[in-house]
């Protein structure tokens, strides 16, 4: 395979309607595959995996990225992180 066959290759990888897997998803976040599997496809709200024949697990690349841009850290104008309290948070008494 030269080079610009790999080069396609791994943008077809990166296209929406690509189906990822563990190492797809690690590549991506620049997480460690156990990572992924432990802490990132398990957490609440990830998207469903697809489950095909062979046991194995895909995920559709453009919920993956829809998700993690969800999870990214607000800033404020001046470029410093924004605290932002849980909604579960109880405010009285805390001021």
């Known amino acids: 395979m030269n080079n ?3 080069l396609v290759e791994r943008l077809m990888r990166y296209a929406d309607d690509a189906l990822w897997n563990y190492d797809d998803i690690a590549e991506y ?3 460690g595959r ?3 599997q432990k802490k990132i496809v398990t957490e609440t709200g990830f998207p ?3 489950r095909l024949p062979s046991g ?3 995920w559709i690349a ?3 990225k829809d998700y993690l841009k969800r999870q990214r850290e607000p800033y404020a104008s001046d470029g410093a ?3 932002i309290k849980p909604a579960s948070t109880p405010s009285v008494g805390l001021e």
Do not use: D, N
């Open 4 to 6: 610009v066959e790999k």
């Open 29 to 31: 976040t620049h997480l």
């Open 34 to 36: 156990q990572t992924v």
């Open 48 to 50: 469903r995996a697809i």
């Open 56 to 58: 194995g697990r895909r």
């Open 62 to 64: 453009k919920e993956v």
């Open 81 to 83: 992180k924004v605290r």
